[in-house]
């Protein structure tokens, strides 16, 4: 898929806050970052983790208060994607909505493409 004609990774507003709040309670701490291993049961799943530091080859995709860091290969998989935070009855988590692909797991931690 040709990523340059999708839009640029985005936050929604609720991620963009809640990503400020966790990233404020841990000293030290910049960024979430957000990349795309290889595995889980659909080929390839998200990873998130609080970083201090962007590195060289990192986009950096801000939204209000909120930083998060990607890796140019997990980007080639993200664009066009949003992250959004949900609370529900079973628990709260980042959600990736990502039109690249083509099917997910049923607890959207992994994801395959087309």
């Known amino acids: 898929m040709d990523t340059l004609s999708l839009a640029p990774f985005r936050l929604t507003d609720r ?4 990503i400020a709040d966790i990233v404020a309670m841990q000293p030290g701490q910049a960024a979430l970052r957000v990349e ?8 390839f799943q998200y990873r998130f983790n609080l970083d201090a530091s962007k590195t ?8 209000n208060d ?3 860091f990607i890796d140019a290969a997990s980007m080639d998989l993200l664009a066009g994607s949003e992250l ?6 079973m628990g709260a988590h980042f959600a990736v909505r990502n039109p690249n692909a ?13």
């Open 56 to 63: 060289d080859e990192d986009i950096v995709i801000e939204h």
């Open 15 to 18: 991620a963009a806050a809640r």
């Open 102 to 114: 083509a099917s997910s797991c049923g607890c959207g931690t992994s994801f395959s493409v087309a």
């Open 84 to 89: 959004d935070y949900t609370e529900a009855l």
């Open 36 to 43: 795309v291993l290889a595995g889980g049961c659909n080929g």
């Open 66 to 68: 909120a930083l998060v």
